[in-house]
């Protein structure tokens, strides 16, 4: 006769329990694979739908007023609603307009957490809180032009992502002058892709789209790399044993690139939002004025936002964004 072995219970027990033990080490890392992938398709759809809107616009300058007493103190703010609802709503599909101080009634979080988890910030509301050096005194009047301290209004998209925008009325449309990028900067919007819903982290769920220039506008959407890399290098030599700006990026993985100017402009902006050092200061992007090791490219310094041509022989600082 023929004998017939099975498992006995306690072996079935065992290998239940291994595999739940595999399942709860192994799913969490695979779902939130899973969702920045996600993520990461949803953002650039969105971009690309804000950019072609914004590209339909005759002017991104202009809308709403905005006054100030003497001393300082707004009177009148109507800039960033007035934009959505007399510009962008126009050329762009959007569910539910809500205006400033009511934020979250667009399903916007009251807090988000900064690039990397590294701190739990208040969602800004206005110009100076989104980043202090966007006005540093308006040290710019009379320079490119001027920023004003607007407050932010938000809408709701019918894909439902939640989003924030902070609007300057009195952008420039020139993008060959060196100088701030300030007063270059038309709108900057913080997106949540799920509304208030977790985890309502830059880099994840949450991140920035920025439209610079009055006239002829570049949208940008820029998703930077957790770190900055440590050595400053060149943006360009033609030694073949030294390293340069956009070797940095490929070297530092292939999904990585060094962003162009008004990219690294828009990180500039955003700045508190993804722990930038400012101490670091400078930056070089990609792009580029005059060629060879004896041109000049384009620089983006951190503590003012004074942008400027630099010899592409020196050496500065280099954080990668996202292909």
């Given at each position: ?8 219970l ?18 969490p ?11 990461d ?11 072609q ?6 002017t ?7 006054t100030?007493?003497?001393k300082?103190?707004a ?6 609603e ?29 807090k ?8 739990e ?10 980043n202090?050096k966007l006005?540093?005194?308006?040290h ?5 032009g001027?920023m ?21 009325p ?11 990028v300030?007063?270059?900067m038309c709108?900057n919007?913080?997106y ?11 880099g994840?769920?949450v ?8 006239k ?8 930077p ?6 050595s ?16 940095v ?14 990219e ?7 700045a ?7 101490s670091t200061?400078y930056?070089?992007?990609s ?13 983006q310094?951190?503590?003012s936002?004074?942008r400027?041509?630099y010899p ?12």
């Open positions: 006769m023929k004998r017939f072995r099975g498992f006995t306690a072996e079935v027990l065992i290998t239940l329990a291994i595999i739940g033990i595999v399942a709860a080490i192994t799913l890392s695979l779902l939130v694979n899973v969702n920045e992938k996600a993520w398709a949803q953002k650039k759809a969105l971009h690309a739908r804000l950019a809107a914004i590209g339909q616009m005759n991104l300058g202009g809308y709403g007023t905005y100030e007493d003497e300082g103190t009177t009148e703010d109507t800039a960033a007035s934009f959505i609802l007399d510009a962008l709503s126009k050329v762009y599909k959007i569910n539910n307009v809500c205006g400033p101080d009511k934020l979250s009634s667009c399903g916007l979080p009251s988000i957490t900064t690039l990397n988890a590294a701190s910030i208040n969602f800004p509301t206005k110009m100076s809180e989104l202090e006005l540093n005194g308006n710019i009047t009379g320079e490119d001027d004003a301290d607007t407050k932010a209004a938000a809408f709701e998209t019918v894909n439902g992502e939640s989003i924030a925008v902070f609007y300057n009195l952008c420039s449309s020139d993008a060959t002058v060196a100088h701030y300030q007063n270059k709108v919007f913080i949540d892709l799920n509304g208030s819903e977790g985890p309502n982290q830059i994840k769920d991140g920035f789209i920025t439209a610079f220039y009055n002829n506008p570049v949208v940008v959407a820029p998703i790399h957790n770190t900055d890399y440590t400053s290098v060149p943006q360009y030599t033609e030694a073949l044993d030294d390293i340069d700006a956009p070797t990026c490929k070297t530092m993985g292939a999904d990585l690139r060094l962003p162009d100017r008004d690294l402009a828009s990180l500039f902006i955003n508190p939002l993804i722990n930038l050092d400012e200061n930056y070089w992007s792009s580029v004025f005059s060629i060879g090791s004896s041109g000049t490219g384009w620089l310094l951190f503590n936002g004074c400027n041509r592409r022989s020196t050496t500065r600082s280099v954080r990668c964004i996202r292909r």
